[in-house]
């Protein structure tokens, strides 16, 4: 079965320090990928994705990510973090098995907390 | 944001009584999809939505069940509610993209609490 690993459960930062949040799934085939964000109290947001093309991906607020393929990693950077990004992350992937399932596996998120 | 709305957005029931969670949404989206949140889990897939009267169970779909009569209502049901139910309740839809899949939209949340 699929799966997503976030190894990073809880990560505490002060503002203006770089960030790097890990994502590695497991499947050999076609995946697109996720990133989401979610502020205390509020509902799941995406910030980006990946389907092809430029393994760099930019999203909203300043973040990016990278798919390595051969790493099976979707890892998430922001080079320099705001209180205002204190939030919980969650990575997602999606298996095409030749077709899409439009189904997302999610990690267990990553609690970043940023001190002012 | 995507026009999702989900009701109720709090709820306090016993261990025992049934339980209905509506999602809707003004989008047209094809598929719709019910999530549980729980601490150190993540978000778990209960039962998604592919159509009207197209179901399909998720990774944690005991103890729940959906229907879809309309393209926008999406209802999630605890048949007899336990304590392990307790979560945070999340609605999503999507639509098909030109790559195959696109991005999930998510509501507001439910918050259930079953004592």
């Known amino acids: 079965a699929q799966s997503v690993s976030q190894h990073n459960h809880h990560v505490i930062l002060s503002e203006a320090a770089s960030l790097e949040l890990g994502c590695n799934y497991s499947?050999?085939?076609?995946?697109?990928l996720f990133w989401y964000v979610q502020y205390p109290g509020q509902h799941l947001q995406l910030l980006l994705k990946?389907?092809?093309?430029?393994?760099l991906v930019k999203g909203i607020k300043g973040f990016e990510a990278e798919f390595i393929k051969s790493k099976f990693s979707f890892n998430l950077r922001k080079p320099s973090v705001q209180w205002s990004d204190t939030a919980e992350y969650f990575c997602a992937v999606n298996a095409r098995y030749g077709g899409a399932t439009n189904k997302l596996i999610f990690g267990t998120g990553t609690l970043l907390a940023v001190q002012p | 944001d995507a026009g999702i709305t989900q009701s109720p957005r709090h709820k306090v029931t016993e261990t025992g009584t049934p339980v209905t969670l509506r999602c809707h949404q003004t989008?047209?989206?094809?598929?719709m999809y019910w999530y549980r949140q729980d601490p150190g889990h993540g978000l778990r897939l209960i039962h998604y939505?592919?159509?009207?009267?197209?179901?399909d169970k998720g990774e944690v779909s005991d103890g729940y069940s959906v229907s879809r009569s309309k393209t926008e209502d999406f209802l999630l049901t605890l048949e007899s509610a336990t304590s392990s139910q307790t979560s945070v309740y999340f609605c999503?839809?999507?639509?098909?993209?030109?790559?195959?899949?696109?991005?999930?939209?998510f509501g507001p949340g439910t918050r259930l609490t079953v004592l």
């Open positions: 990946y389907f092809s093309g430029d393994p």
């Open positions: 999503a839809i999507s639509e098909s993209g030109s790559g195959g899949v696109n991005e999930q939209f």
């Open positions: 499947y050999g085939g076609t995946v697109n």
């Open positions: 989008e047209n989206h094809r598929y």
């Open positions: 939505s592919y159509g009207v009267k197209d179901t």
